[in-house]
């Protein structure tokens, strides 16, 4: 019905910076809140940064004044653009969002991007 597709992961030295995409497709008659959460090797999935429709942003507080998220809502599409990346960024990204699927509100997850900063 609906999917995510993440983009931009990579390998990045420390300080450097990376923009990740997240393109929603699919039978979409609104997408409500996007965020992006990161799963690091042996830890959980933690929020990173979220944004809904209305343009309040929340962040955790490691990534604050370095990660910015934003959206084009005529592209279904969310990004978060990450500076001055250190090496506890290092994970696996995933894209969330609640998409009204005809008259049902689907909470969605792509199936993420791995992010690896180091020298």
């Known amino acids: 019905q609906v999917q995510l597709v993440e983009s931009g992961g990579g390998l990045v030295q420390p300080g450097g910076s990376l923009r990740l995409s997240c393109a929603a497709s699919?039978?979409?008659?609104?997408?409500?809140?996007m965020a992006w959460y990161r799963q690091a090797p042996g830890k959980q999935r933690d929020m990173v940064a979220r944004?809904?429709?209305?343009?309040?942003?929340d962040y955790i507080d490691s990534v604050k004044d370095r990660f910015t998220i934003s959206r084009d809502n005529a592209k279904n599409t969310v990004y978060l653009q990450m500076n001055s990346l250190k090496p506890e960024d290092t994970a696996v990204y995933y894209c969330?969002?609640?998409?009204?699927?005809?008259?049902?509100?689907?909470?969605?997850w792509g199936k993420g991007t791995l992010v690896t900063v180091s020298s």
């Open positions: 699919g039978n979409i008659r609104s997408i409500y809140t």
């Open positions: 969330n969002a609640d998409i009204l699927v005809g008259s049902t509100l689907v909470n969605t």
């Open positions: 944004l809904t429709t209305s343009g309040n942003t």
